[in-house]
């Protein structure tokens, strides 16, 4: 696909695509993804130009890219202006992880007053400036493609660049973590023990890891379309399960995606103390890293 | 009704000192036989012989909470004392505290697992310097003994024969792993409170198509043979005659499950009340609690339907298809390029219970369900297709009306239909690309050589899936016919057909057809002919405008509408201007909008028709476009006067195999890959422009 | 000797939507009628300008064009023989909501309309049936225009796969 748009002269090899590849606020989890493509790694390098990725190579671009991955949620007014320059310079522009398609973890200060937080976490706040909100990359720009997971799955990963590579569409299914559980076998956690799960309501592509522990999909690759939440949330509350409890299984890496978002509000919001009004900085507000 | 035995018939010579080596006179059905007693204590004999021949034995066992269905060595492995309670939505193992090895029903594996697996790679193909090879992978099926297999897993094997080894194209890997399996049934005596084979005719009493069937007492078993292997196997471990009372005994069990599980779904008039239930406000209702997770689907014994991957390296020139099981209630299941036929979760469920329920009756002469109830247990919200059949369609009508019902379906049982069975897997066969044509900015027609005499033998509606390695294949209409080739007109649209677009001369792609059902010149002997089409649909209508004006005198007036979008978009341009020039016909072109050189119409092309005064009831009509304009044009046609019957359209579906097996282009009953693509107005009734269907 | 107004109810009886109008109609407006030739590219109205005439075409082709300034005159409709252009004319205010272009040699009846009106508001038996036949044809117009702006032949392209 890609070389059909970046027409070369007759006789000349195909220019390899400009691939770059970077990061916001995250872990870097998912950017490792590609390097964790030990096998594939020659090939991938052969196959695309890597201009940017500081991870892995001193050899620094600031564009243009053909394709860029983009990792990291934007959390700062720094971060807000550098993706708009990114998307300028970026033909595609693909989200990857939980932090860059949904907000990540630290998108759960977006229920709390931010300016509290800051300063019962930060000695000297005065230094930190920081957005209120940790929002994902389709807020800021036009997303092309996403690759969801905390982090991505390197399978996934491989696929997407394999697929622009060779011309065809990218086969990364939006639907239930479900298909992946009953196409290896593994017995509905769920169903067999009354075990919380996300599954029905997850993006699949992780391979259905969880459940085959036996324990409860947390939602890691976030909502995937028609993900209807009203019914499992109703579903897990049928026996009296406290809203809380309900409302702390999707408060996770993928919280602020929408209908994981709508989920946890009308459950009350995320659970955990409630941060106090006013601008004293309490002890009490929660995750105080002092302690 | 398909059994074992019969597709036995066929097989290579068994090897002696098998159990196949016994199996010289035709199958009996086991009811004939007398029944055998095998004391518990004796039962690994049974495996122990299934394993000497080399078997995989596969039975219950636990897992995980559950009782699934995995390799097991022997008793030993089998659930003792385990019995399963099970609910909408819930599953839980109970101790009996009975010595009992088969004291529950089913749970969330079936037998399709090692029938049908969730993943089979399927082809290899290669491109090197644009030439393309494919073949098949070589097919590996294991040789399985299946022990405890229930009435209505049996009812669920002889279901998916049908839709794997008795259609027009069979499933090669099924038919092998099938045709090598042993099948020991086990008769139910522990009904769940989901199960209701009773309703659906299918069990609990095992009544043939089984190797050996057992019935389990405290003290051993009833052993019944079912067929000359089951004989063998009989006489092998040793079973003597069961009494009377051990007989009666066995009977009484399986009775009282029967009479355990009562008949919940009275199914005399089902498919019908089904089918003019589609317009039902239940569905909107079933959605809000429905999380299309497609654990239903999947669980389900019968439910067939797959997609096919791809896997290649990064340069695309080693690639394999494979399939993997599919389901109706994922999103991407019935897209097509710029849309999707099903994207409610609403359409989807009605989708599904319907197909199972009333679609499969006209496609394969029975019930899709077997009344296992695995969908009602492992649904995560414990929706229960019991109560919701008796919502939508219930015997007091439920209280729904639908405004154009649907045309029924004949639920009567028809026979498997006989034919030999293939054992040749599809595979894509390549031709040469000699010549390229851009006809518009993004239409290209591929010119294709081939001296493969199957790949010229088709007839104008027809289609070919077009492959490139690593890339999945598009349907595409045969534009034209020519003596060592055919033409392909492909607008890029996605990723593949974007692909095709890109071949040049030299270079070769596999195609796998002519496929599906051709437009019925016949039917059009004698009477006047109207082609109405727009865009690309000029490209499957263009073979038969070209045998019509080659057998010019079997018709009578014949006229030529067709419209596009803008001047540029027109297909065929040049050949258009010369059959206007024609004065054996009349040809009308239209577009949507046009600068000031274009001279000729601008506007819907059916506006010629509703001023038209012509009698519409002498005449066949062709019709191809998108689905609203074919619409648009079938209302005006019949207001001229043209019958229904006589009204030929073509339809678009997501496919992905092309020959009936894959289930993405279902329409109603209707498979357009096979039933299809083209089909009559009278044959569609109101499947044709109704939402979501 | 025929009248010439004979000729023209003979044509009007022959059109579409003429052929729609109940015959006691037709005499009616027969006085009122006149024919009008074009010449290929000929402008039979201007958008804006007052609409003098109610018209049938009768042969040829009409173009009805809007005007869009970066993209040049734009026909987004052709009138064909039988159907009318003009139902301004008698729908206030008036004025031609669009250019009126002859695209090949076109012959037109042309029916007064200022004279037209005052008939059919003096006379409710002739307004009803000329009224309902003129909203039928504007009634297909609009169902065929709703189609043409579904622009079904466009593959919406929104993914870059």
């Given at each position: 696909m890609l070389a059909t748009r970046t027409p070369t002269p007759r006789g000349a090899a195909p220019r390899r695509p400009r691939l770059g590849v970077v990061k916001f606020a995250s872990c870097d989890g998912c950017q490792l993804t590609l390097l964790d493509l030990e096998d594939q790694l020659l090939d991938l390098v052969a196959a695309f130009d890597?201009?940017?990725f500081a991870e892995a190579s001193s050899?620094?671009?600031s564009g243009p890219f053909d394709i860029v991955l983009v990792e990291g949620s934007i959390s700062t007014p720094e971060q807000a202006e550098e993706i708009i320059r990114i998307r300028s310079q970026a033909t595609l522009l693909v989200v990857i992880g939980a932090c860059a398609t949904?907000?990540?973890?630290?998108?759960?200060?977006?229920?709390?007053?931010h300016e509290i937080v800051r300063r019962a976490v930060y000695?000297?706040?005065?230094?930190v400036d920081a957005l209120a909100t940790s929002t994902p990359i389709s807020d800021h720009v036009t997303v092309d493609a996403e690759l969801r997971g905390c982090p991505i799955d390197p399978q996934q990963l491989l696929e997407l660049l394999t697929a622009l590579a060779v011309g065809r569409?990218?086969?990364i299914p939006n639907e239930a973590v479900c298909l992946e559980c009953k196409r290896q076998g593994t017995v509905c956690v769920l169903v067999a023990r009354n075990e919380p799960c996300l599954g029905p309501v997850t993006h699949t592509?992780?391979?259905?890891i969880c459940p085959a522990f036996a324990r409860g999909c947390y939602g890691c690759f976030g909502p995937r379309e028609a993900a209807n939440t009203g019914s499992l949330v109703a579903w897990f509350g049928r026996?009296?399960?406290?809203a809380t409890e309900t409302a702390a299984l999707f408060s996770?890496?993928?919280?602020?995606a929408r209908p994981f978002r709508s989920a946890i509000d009308d459950l009350g919001?995320?659970?955990?103390p409630a941060a106090p009004a006013g601008d004293t900085p309490s002890q009490e507000v929660g995750g105080d890293a002092r302690r | 009704m398909v059994t074992r035995d019969a597709l036995m018939a066929g097989a290579r010579e068994p090897e002696a000192?098998?159990?196949?080596?016994?199996?010289t006179s035709p199958a009996t059905h086991g009811s004939d036989d007398p029944a055998g007693f095998l004391p518990r204590d004796d039962f690994d004999r049974l495996f122990d012989l299934l394993r000497a021949d080399g078997r995989t034995v596969v039975g219950p066992t636990l897992a995980d909470g559950a009782i699934v269905y995995a390799e097991i060595a022997g008793t030993a492995d089998l659930p003792d004392g385990q019995s399963d309670r099970q609910s909408p939505g819930a599953y839980r193992l109970e101790p009996t505290?009975?010595?009992?090895?088969?004291d529950f029903a089913v749970g969330p594996s079936s037998w399709k697992r090692y029938t049908f697996p969730p993943r089979l790679p399927l082809t290899r193909g290669r491109r090197v310097d644009g030439q393309v090879t494919f073949r098949a992978i070589e097919l590996d099926p294991p040789r399985l003994a299946f022990v405890g297999v229930r009435a209505c897993d049996i009812a669920a094997l002889l279901v998916q024969d049908r839709a794997f080894?008795?259609?027009?194209?069979?499933d090669a890997d099924y038919v092998a792993r099938r045709e090598a399996a042993v099948v020991v049934a086990v008769e139910c005596v522990s009904p769940s409170d989901t199960c209701f084979c009773t309703s659906m005719g299918?069990?609990?009493?095992?009544?043939?198509?089984?190797?050996l069937a057992l019935t389990e007492l405290d003290e051993g078993f009833v052993v019944r043979p079912g067929s000359d292997v089951g004989r063998y196997l009989a006489y092998r471990i040793g079973t003597r005659p069961a009494t009377a009372d051990e007989i009666a005994r066995a009977r009484r069990d399986v009775a009282g499950a029967r009479a355990r599980m009562g008949?919940?779904?009275?199914?005399?008039?089902l498919p019908e009340r089904l089918l003019a239930a589609a317009d039902s406000p239940h569905w909107a209702e079933v959605a809000e609690r429905?999380?299309?997770?497609?654990n239903c689907t999947l669980v389900c014994p019968t439910c067939f339907c797959t997609s096919v991957t791809q896997s290649s390296d990064l340069a695309g020139s080693e690639a394999i298809a494979g399939r993997v099981w599919d389901s109706c209630?994922?999103?991407?299941?019935?897209?097509?390029a710029g849309g999707n036929?099903?994207?409610r979760v609403q359409d989807r469920y009605r989708q599904w219970l319907t197909h199972k329920f009333a679609g499969w009756w006209e496609q394969?002469?029975?019930?899709?369900?077997?009344?296992?109830g695995r969908c009602i247990t492992w649904c995560p919200v414990g929706i229960d297709v019991r109560a919701e059949l008796m919502v939508v369609?219930?015997?007091?009508?439920?209280?729904i009306e639908t405004v154009e019902p649907l045309a029924p379906v004949n639920p009567t049982p028809r026979p498997a239909e006989s034919r030999p069975i293939s054992r040749v897997p599809i595979i894509s066969r390549t031709v040469l690309v000699s010549h390229v044509r851009?006809?518009?900015?993004d239409v290209v027609t591929l010119h294709l050589q081939t001296e493969?005499?199957?790949?010229?033998t088709g007839r104008p509606g027809q289609f070919v899936m077009a492959a490139l390695p690593g890339i999945s294949a598009p349907p595409i209409s045969i534009s034209r016919f020519h003596h060592d080739g055919f033409e392909l007109t492909i607008r890029a649209a996605g990723a593949a057909t974007r692909a095709l677009c890109s071949l040049r001369p030299g270079e070769t792609i596999g195609v796998t057809g002519p496929l599906g059902r051709g437009w019925p010149l016949e039917a059009a002997y004698g009477r006047d002919v109207i082609v109405v089409t727009g865009g690309i649909g000029l490209a499957p209508l263009r073979p038969l405008l070209d045998v019509v004006l080659r057998?010019?005198?079997?018709?009578g007036a014949v006229r030529l509408l067709y419209g596009a979008r803008t001047p540029s978009d027109r297909l065929f341009a040049d050949e258009l201007s010369e059959l206007a020039g024609r004065d054996d016909l009349e040809v009308h072109s239209s577009v949507d909008r046009a600068g000031p050189e274009w001279l000729g119409r601008v506007g819907v092309v059916t506006t010629l028709l509703e001023q038209a005064s012509w009698d519409g009831s002498r005449a066949v009509a062709f019709v191809c476009g998108p689905e609203r304009m074919m619409e648009a044009t079938a209302d005006v046609l019949g207001d001229l006067g043209v019958a229904r019957d006589r009204i030929w359209v073509t339809m678009e579906r997501h496919m992905a195999?092309?020959?009936?097996?894959?289930?993405?282009?279902?329409?109603g009953p209707s498979f357009v890959c096979r039933d299809g693509p083209v089909f009559s107005l009278g044959e569609l009734g109101r499947a044709f422009g109704r939402e979501g269907w | 000797m025929r009248a010439r107004s004979d000729d023209a109810l003979d044509a009007l009886a022959g059109t579409w939507f003429g052929s729609r109008l109940p015959a006691h109609a037709r005499s009616r407006l027969a006085p009122y009628l006149r024919v009008a030739s074009y010449d290929a590219g000929a402008e039979i109205l201007r958008e804006g300008e007052p609409t003098r005439d109610l018209s049938i075409v009768r042969g040829g082709r009409v173009a009805i064009r809007l005007r869009v300034?970066?993209?040049?005159?734009?026909?987004i409709l052709t009138v064909e023989p039988g159907d009318i252009i003009g139902w301004s004319a008698i729908v206030?205010?008036?004025?031609?909501?669009s250019t009126v272009v002859a695209l090949l040699p076109s012959e037109l009846l042309l029916i007064d309309g200022e004279a037209l009106r005052a008939e059919l508001a003096a006379d409710p038996e002739l307004a009803a049936p000329v009224y309902l036949s003129l909203l039928e044809a504007l009634a297909h117009r609009l169902t065929g225009t709703r189609l043409q702006l579904l622009d079904l032949f466009t593959v919406p392209g929104a993914e870059p796969w």
């Open positions: 890597l201009v940017e050899h620094r671009s949904a907000g990540g973890i630290q998108a759960l200060r977006n229920w709390r007053d000695a000297d706040p005065a230094y569409r990218p086969q592509g992780c391979g259905a026996d009296g399960r406290p996770g890496f993928t919280a602020y919001g995320p659970p955990g | 000192g098998t159990p196949k080596a016994a199996a505290g009975r010595a009992r090895l088969f080894s008795r259609g027009p194209v069979p299918t069990g609990p009493e095992v009544t043939g198509s089984f190797d008949d919940p779904i009275p199914t005399a008039g429905c999380l299309a997770c497609t209630f994922t999103l991407g299941f019935a897209r097509v036929f099903r994207p394969f002469g029975t019930s899709g369900c077997v009344g296992c369609a219930g015997p007091d009508g439920g209280g851009h006809e518009t900015p493969d005499a199957s790949l010229l057998e010019r005198e079997r018709f195999c092309g020959v009936g097996l894959c289930g993405h282009c279902q329409l | 300034p970066e993209r040049g005159p734009t026909t206030p205010p008036h004025r031609a909501t």
